[in-house]
């Protein structure tokens, strides 16, 4: 599935996701995973699909400008240091990950994969919800992931890339 953009690119794109994720966050963070259809995320999608295949060097050393300013902005509201990464999964690729150094959010960018969300053992056992979640990425989505978790990408029918932002904890 491919994403067609219809909705506001560019600045005002990144201004409306920018607060529709720190929105979500504000009632989610640290607490449970939550999966958030934020405005603005064509802005994006049109950013990462502009950025070099993964796996091939960039045309310039340079960190592409609005990968610089998505996590700038998203840290200056946050309140925290914002880290982008991404990760290319092929046909029938599967991919693991954990939470327990930083939040996540998972931008799927092309394409779509299964994803399956577990608590790892919780220090309290009430501190995070003790059920498993099971769900489908799409372009267009932005699922958080709070401390604690770890998460398994898989059932890649096409082609999928996923940006992730990390976002760390300020160290004042």
């Known amino acids: 599935m491919d994403f067609e953009s219809t909705s506001v690119t560019g600045r005002a794109g990144l201004d ?34 502009e950025a070099p295949p993964l796996g091939m060097p960039p045309s ?16 200056i509201l946050l309140g925290c240091t914002v880290v982008s990464s991404s990760v290319a999964l092929a046909l029938g690729a599967r991919h693991t990950g954990t939470t327990t150094e930083t ?29 498993t979640l099971e769900l489908r990425l799409r372009v267009g989505e932005a699922l958080y992931l709070p401390r604690g978790y770890t998460y398994t990408l898989n059932d890649v029918h096409t082609p999928c890339t996923l940006q992730i932002l990390a976002l760390h904890p300020p160290t004042w």
């Open 16 to 49: 409306l996701f920018v607060r529709d994720v720190a929105l979500c966050l504000s009632v989610n963070r640290d607490r449970t995973p939550a999966l958030v259809w934020p405005e603005g995320i064509e802005a994006v999608v049109a950013a990462a699909r």
């Open 60 to 75: 310039s050393p340079e960190v592409p400008p609005e990968a610089t300013e998505l996590t700038a902005r998203l840290g």
């Open 103 to 131: 939040d996540l959010v998972l931008l799927p960018v092309h394409g779509s994969c299964g994803g399956r969300v577990e608590p790892t053992r919780p220090q309290h056992p009430t501190a995070h919800p003790q059920h």
